[in-house]
């Protein structure tokens, strides 16, 4: 899994969109392996970015609270 992409899950307060959406995008670059988008490629990676944001927001919410919050926070709150 890349290393880049950090627990969301147990923070406080929730993850924001913009987490969520930072996580999605790290995630999408490194199974694309596209790294900056072309006019060619732009379309399909923000349809990927954006429906791996909305299943990761629908897991968050499902998913019960943590005993303990993540070890590090995402880059967003640092």
Request: hydrophobic share 30%; aromatic share 2%; with cysteine.
């Amino acid at each position: 899994m890349c290393r880049n992409i950090t627990t969301l899950r147990g923070l406080e307060p929730r993850a924001t969109n913009q987490e969520i959406e930072a996580a999605a995008r790290q995630y999408v670059r490194k199974v694309s392996g596209v790294q900056s988008p072309s006019e060619r490629t732009a379309d399909s990676f923000e349809r990927a970015v954006r429906t791996i944001s909305e299943a990761t927001a629908d897991l968050l919410a499902n998913l019960p609270s943590r005993r303990r919050p993540p070890t590090s926070l995402p880059p967003l709150r640092r």
